[in-house]
């Protein structure tokens, strides 16, 4: 397996791009605590949304994969199963050290229990259900985008209110993004040796079509409200926040315009990627 097939199969850049979102998080609510405060928190909570973030990418991939083997002692699933159980139990372990000795927020805890109950859920039942890709897509897109409001909640139980429009917009992209994939793989490169239904087969390439449109409308709707509700900087979060809504807007109108059951349309995925990218600045640029 080479190095962009690993990483496509593990996920790896919504490792980082989880964690990312983290740090904008306490960055976009650090004038509710001091300096030391913020600065732990920053180490505190990479840390801790890495190892979560990661399990989470690991338990969408075992709901991916086959179970034919499943319930031999070394199983390759199996295993991906267990390290992703054992990640969140860390993230868990060094959250209840940071909430009761550094005396943070608990409702990190009851945050992260949470989270360990859908995990829990998901791989009780998650195989048994044939349309299995919607949790599979949902978690990915979740747990991308949550590291904003988990890394506010670090800060301070009041969460500034553009922070939850920040990761609702960071949510629908990611969300449109994930679809489009599913749209490519239905189309182009439909792999025999995948057991679930792809998201964009259960709910047909056109209906996905329509679907992504509405979440980019969401998407530009997200962006925009931020820049009346009180953000840190509105000059600078506005040219990136510009520029990501002009690509939104133009991938939108060639997903509009263009049947993907016929013709995959890369530079709209591509326009995506973009936007994703001038998305993340401009919430950067907004904390500054």
Do not use: H
């Amino acid at each position: 397996m080479n190095l962009k097939a690993f990483a496509d199969k593990y996920q790896l850049v919504n490792w980082f791009k989880g964690t990312i979102f983290l740090l904008l998080g306490v960055l976009n609510s650090r004038f509710d605590v001091g300096f030391n405060w913020f600065v732990d928190n920053l180490i505190f909570g990479a840390i801790i949304y890495f190892l979560l973030v990661v399990s989470g990418m690991l338990l969408a991939l075992y709901l991916k994969l086959p179970k034919e083997n499943a319930g031999k002692k070394f199983d390759k699933t199996e295993m991906i199963k267990f390290i992703s159980a054992g990640l969140y139990l860390a993230a868990y372990g060094f959250s209840a050290i940071v909430v009761f000795y550094f005396a943070r927020n608990i409702m990190l805890l009851i945050a992260l229990a949470i989270i360990g109950i859908i995990w829990a859920i998901s791989f009780l039942y998650g195989d048994i259900w044939e349309e299995k890709s919607i949790i599979i897509n949902l978690i990915i897109a979740i747990m991308v985008s949550f590291g904003l409001l988990f890394g506010a909640l670090i800060n301070d139980l009041s969460i500034p209110v553009f922070v939850y429009f920040f990761f609702l917009g960071a949510f629908t992209l990611q969300l449109s993004k994930d679809l489009l994939k599913s749209c490519k793989k239905k189309v182009k490169i439909r792999e025999t040796t995948e057991e679930y239904k792809l998201l964009a087969e259960i709910l047909t390439v056109k209906k996905s079509q329509t679907i992504i449109l509405v979440l980019q409308g969401l998407t530009i709707l997200f962006l925009v409200i931020p820049y009346f509700t009180g953000l840190y900087n509105y000059f600078l979060y506005l040219i990136p926040m510009l520029i990501a809504t002009i690509l939104i807007v133009i991938s939108a109108i060639f997903n509009y315009i263009y049947d993907f059951e016929t013709e995959y349309m890369g530079r709209v995925f591509i326009l995506m990627r973009s936007g994703m990218f001038c998305l993340i600045v401009a919430y950067f640029f907004a904390s500054i």
